[in-house]
């Protein structure tokens, strides 16, 4: 099972940044697409952000201009910088990864989560 760890939350004040990097353990693995998603207290989890294997990204309309995904396919991690942070930025950060990996020796499809990681934005 493909597993990921993630890094880079905390706290931080109204307008501040922060990076966010989620990266994969273990070998026998191919990931396509990564995401980002938050969940915030008394809300659903939701979209930030995704980029595919072949770049293309796309971004909740709350974070657009704000936030920037992207990955280093070489080493299968995708980071979030985070800028201009607000105060309703704050919640639990989950990354997400989607692809194949082998299981019995065959491929087949997964979908990973990390643990989260917390972000809290200070007024």
């Known amino acids: 099972q493909v597993q990921l760890v993630e890094s880079g939350g905390g706290l931080v004040q109204a307008g501040g940044s922060l990076r966010l990097s989620c990266a994969p353990s273990g070998s026998g693995f191919r990931i396509n697409a990564m995401a980002w998603y938050r969940h915030a207290p008394g809300k659903q989890r939701d979209l930030v952000a995704v980029?595919?294997?072949?770049?293309?990204?796309n971004y909740a309309d709350s974070v657009k201009g704000r936030f920037t995904i992207s990955r280093d396919n070489a080493r299968n991690t995708v980071f979030l910088q985070m800028n201009s942070l607000r105060p309703e930025d704050t919640a639990n950060y989950y990354c997400n990864a989607e692809g194949f990996t082998v299981v019995a020796g065959s491929w087949v499809d997964f979908s990973s989560w990390g643990q989260g990681t917390q972000v809290t934005v200070s007024s």
């Open positions: 980029i595919t294997g072949g770049g293309s990204t």
